[in-house]
């Protein structure tokens, strides 16, 4: 038997028009404030949305703390710079960063709480319009043309007008209720719920401990790892929850949060039951869960795994990375990761690496990979004053598994930025930018271009 949901139908209403703008960024993470910024820049007048109630987005609201390496493989060449670099030179003046040029995948851990301040600042420095706990509601659309967004917020539901539109939302929200075409990977990768906690240090052999006993504290088997937080050695980013749930879904999101929660507490409680003398201590849980994975907005390119991890040059390149495809697994523990140089790496807690190889040795392995700018624009070319910039862009499962990490994504949103003022100075949409002008813009405006 079908199950039909109940329906009502709502009263025709008027929304004020509450800001007008040239650029709409609908999204406040570092992808989407660095769009915002780079726009700024170019002489665009610029609005941001974000739901929380700070910018930073899984940096600040998740409390993921670890930046990777700006160079390439071998520690030579920097591909990364623009206003990753800038944010972090920002930090080092407030002593809030903690720097390992030897560990490439955690060269940098941050005090995210400066962070939030730090973007605050960046945002009024550059004159954007900015718009905290406010939610997008859905696009406005007119004569088959994106023409606003509507939101909702302390003064009600309103209206934000503008020229074009950045959908930095992560679970690409503004292109699906666009009606645009998105899919999911088959395993959608888990999220995590990270907490700040004291003396974790204390305690011996944690990931065995907690491969004995988790089971007890009806915990998943996971991967575990952690970060330190500047001029604070007693407290660790602890990362070791793992919830396996669709959120792009408000109901899974909702389990999710409670569930990320419970873990902590459980992971907690495991540890002072089994090294009493440690006093692990919760400080911090974040505003919310840690999300890898949702929607992918299906777009003019999919960027395809082997391909650019083994040194695809797109012509219409406009970021670079380095991190190694990193798939959480959704139906058993642990982490695979496949780097540049072929090889394969299957993590577990307390249990040995397997390694082996996803493909055979170049003569010459790759330094890094690069993400085209034609991932971003969304197939169809319905709303050409549209673009996506974040981890919803178009990519298959080992492609999104090492480009969705933040350094790479901030590229993405920079390039989406400068995209929109070539867009609106040449009475253009986003595909009809050329790829070389866009390059040499980006790198005008500090970025590095390879």
């Known amino acids: 038997m079908e199950h039909f949901s109940p329906t009502i139908t709502e009263e025709a209403r008027t929304s004020p028009v509450i800001y007008e703008a040239d650029l709409c960024v609908v999204g406040g993470s570092c992808t989407g404030v660095f769009a915002a910024i780079r726009a700024a820049r170019l002489g ?22 670890i930046w990777h390496s700006l160079h390439d493989t071998d520690g030579k060449q920097q591909i990364i710079a623009g206003l990753t670099e800038e944010v972090l030179q920002r930090l080092r003046k407030r002593n809030a960063l903690i720097e390992n040029p030897d560990r490439p995948s955690s060269a940098f851990m941050l005090n995210t709480e400066e962070l939030k301040i730090e973007l605050d600042e960046m945002i009024a420095e550059h004159t954007i319009k900015p718009f905290l706990h406010t939610l997008f509601v859905s696009p406005y659309v007119q004569n088959a043309e994106l023409k606003g967004v509507i939101v909702e917020n302390k003064d009600g539901r309103g209206v934000i007008l503008a020229k074009a539109f950045i959908d930095a939302t992560g679970d690409g929200d503004l292109a699906a209720r666009s009606n645009l075409e998105y ?30 006993h988790r089971e007890e504290y009806q915990l998943p088997e996971t991967f575990i790892w952690n970060g330190r937080i500047p001029g604070k050695d007693d407290v660790f980013m602890l990362a070791a929850t793992r919830i396996a749930l669709n959120m792009s879904s408000a109901e899974e999101l909702t389990t999710a949060e409670m569930e990320g929660r419970r873990q902590v507490r459980a992971i907690i409680d495991l540890a002072n039951k089994h090294c009493p003398d440690a006093n692990v201590t919760l400080l911090q849980l974040p505003s919310r869960i840690g999300v890898r994975e949702t929607r992918h907005i299906r777009c003019q390119k999919t960027l395809i795994g082997e391909k650019i991890m083994s040194g695809e040059r ?17 139906d058993k523990s642990g982490i695979t990761f496949r780097y540049l140089d072929g090889s394969q790496k299957i993590s577990r807690p307390a249990q040995e690496t397997e390694v082996s190889r996803w493909r055979e040795a170049f003569a010459e392995e790759p330094k890094f990979y690069q993400i085209a700018y034609s991932a971003m624009l969304p197939a169809g070319n319905i709303y050409p ?13 080992m492609a999104h598994a090492a480009i969705r990490v933040m ?23 986003f595909a009809d930018v050329d790829a070389d002008t866009l390059r040499m813009t980006l790198k005008e405006g500090g970025s590095a271009i390879v």
Do not use: W
Not at 314 to 330: E, K, Q, V, W
């Open 314 to 330: 797109p012509p219409d390149a406009i970021a670079n990375g380095t991190y190694p495809s990193d798939l959480h697994h959704r």
């Open 407 to 429: 350094v790479n994504m901030n590229q993405t949103g920079e390039a989406a930025g400068v995209a929109a003022y070539l867009a609106i100075h040449s009475n253009t949409g």
């Open 44 to 65: 665009l007048r610029v609005v941001i949305v974000e739901g929380h109630n700070c910018f930073g987005g899984v940096a600040t609201n998740a409390m993921v703390n």
């Open 385 to 397: 004053n549209l673009i996506v910039a974040g981890r919803m862009i178009d990519a298959d499962e």
């Open 183 to 212: 899919c999911y990977d088959k395993h959608i990768q888990p999220g995590t719920t990270c907490a700040k906690i004291s003396n974790l240090d204390k305690v011996e052999k944690f990931s065995q401990l907690y491969r004995q």
